[in-house]
């Protein structure tokens, strides 16, 4: 018998973290004017940011 568990989401909530993380980059950071579109489910599309920028939050929030 295999049994699988799907924690993503309920233990670790991985995903309203880096959003909560994007936010403070865009806002704090970037000194930029928070989401662009609130209608996009991947927290590095909802900003407003260049190829650098989101290499930068890769590197020091997500790695």
Known sequence: MKI????DGIILDFERTMRSYAELYDLLILRKDGVKDSNQFDYLKRYNWTDDEKKSFINNYLV
């Open 4 to 7: 699988g568990l799907d924690i």
